[in-house]
């Protein structure tokens, strides 16, 4: 069973550093690709990045590209999003998401490819 779990959002000052982490205790992360996604207030979710099973290609969003980073460690069964040089337009709920199982070197930035989602962690940026 799935049960996806984000941590490692918190309150944090503009120019600071964090990183996400995304686990699973049902199943291996090793076999889907993954990505993140965040939804701010009043808004709608929206791509940040993405990778493929092995964590060798990877894709950000414009708004986040050369700030952001994800990666993996399957040994550990484990997802990352190191976020860098935070701004306080990156408030928002992070959410981690599992895409099609056996997707080999693919990665996918639609929303619409993912199936199972976590229930995100809060990332504050004050200015």
């Known amino acids: 069973q799935v049960h996806l779990v984000e941590s490692g959002g918190r309150l944090v000052q503009a120019g600071d550093s964090l990183r996400l982490s995304c686990t699973d205790s049902?199943?291996?992360?090793?076999?889907?690709?993954m990505g993140w996604f965040r939804q701010a207030p009043g808004q709608e979710r929206q791509f940040v990045s993405a990778?493929?099973?092995?964590?060798?290609?990877?894709n950000y969003a414009d708004s986040v590209k050369g700030r952001f980073i994800i990666s993996r460690d399957n040994a550990r069964n484990m997802v990352y999003l190191q976020m860098n040089s935070l701004k306080p337009d990156d408030t928002a709920v992070y959410y981690c998401?599992?895409?099609?199982?056996?997707?080999?070197?693919?990665?996918?930035?639609?929303?619409?490819?993912?199936?199972?989602w976590g229930r995100g962690t809060q990332v504050t940026v004050s200015s």
């Open positions: 998401a599992t895409g099609p199982a056996d997707s080999g070197d693919l990665y996918y930035s639609g929303a619409q490819w993912y199936d199972y």
């Open positions: 990778c493929n099973s092995n964590g060798s290609r990877t």
């Open positions: 049902g199943i291996t992360l090793s076999n889907y690709p």
